[in-house]
């Protein structure tokens, strides 16, 4: 079984600060795990995927994501937070042993960049 | 882009009309799915499908059917539409070289059942 929990589900930040998004999981196989982002009205967007080539993940848009297996999470980070960051947030499980690659999403985080 | 295209892209319809989404892709994909988005819940899976004629259920299936009868075409259908069904539906595909269940998705339908 998988699952997957956001820890906050609004994050606020003023521009220019850094930026961090929280994400536990649970699978019973090695997961793959991702994170998607979604701006107002639009679809979702792939950010960046853990594969488990290397514990830290670089994504687009100068995001980041650390795997650590002894705490099952996937935290988000961003060094410096711009006005266009401001979107919603879905981190997402994948069980390699999933059949047909069925994904489990977390509620979402709702990020909002101050000036 | 991973070429998905979904249609109609909004729709208003009265409770207990019949509702047929469509999802096309072009890049002869295996694996799509139909997902519904809710305020609080994040994306939950409707149903998918592994290939033409092949479906199964996800974990809100109760009112919804599918079908796939072309590999580039993936129908969901609401039988008698709800007001509770009133969500917006992304269909996603998997990449045919993905080993690692990445998902593509397309631009959503926005549904409200009066």
């Known amino acids: 079984a998988q699952s997957v929990t956001q820890l906050d589900s609004h994050v606020s930040v003023s521009e220019g600060t850094p930026v961090l998004l929280r994400c536990n999981y649970s699978s019973s196989y090695s997961p793959s795990l991702f994170w998607y982002v979604q701006h107002p009205n639009k679809g979702l967007q792939l950010l960046l995927k853990y594969t488990s080539a290397a514990t830290l993940v670089k994504g687009i848009n100068g995001f980041e994501a650390e795997f650590k297996k002894s705490e099952t999470s996937f935290h988000l980070t961003k060094p410096s937070a711009h006005m266009s960051d401001a979107a919603e947030y879905f981190c997402?499980?994948?069980?390699?042993?999933?059949?047909?690659?069925?994904?489990?999403f977390g509620d979402g985080t709702t990020l909002t960049v101050k000036p | 882009d991973a070429g998905i295209t979904q249609s109609p892209r909004h729709k208003v319809t009265e409770t207990g009309t019949p509702v047929t989404l469509r999802c096309h892709q072009t890049?002869?994909?295996?694996?799509m799915y139909w997902y519904r988005q809710d305020p609080g819940h994040g994306l939950r899976l409707i149903h998918y499908s592994y290939g033409v004629k092949d479906t199964d259920k996800g974990e809100v299936s109760d009112g919804y059917s599918v079908s796939r009868s072309k590999t580039e075409d993936f129908l969901l259908t609401l039988e008698s539409a709800t007001s509770s069904q009133t969500s917006v539906y992304f269909c996603a595909i998997r990449p045919r070289d993905s080993s690692y269940n990445e998902q593509f998705f397309g631009p959503g339908t926005r549904l409200t059942v009066l």
């Open positions: 997402v499980v994948s069980d390699a042993g999933t059949n047909a690659g069925k994904s489990t």
């Open positions: 890049e002869n994909h295996r694996y």
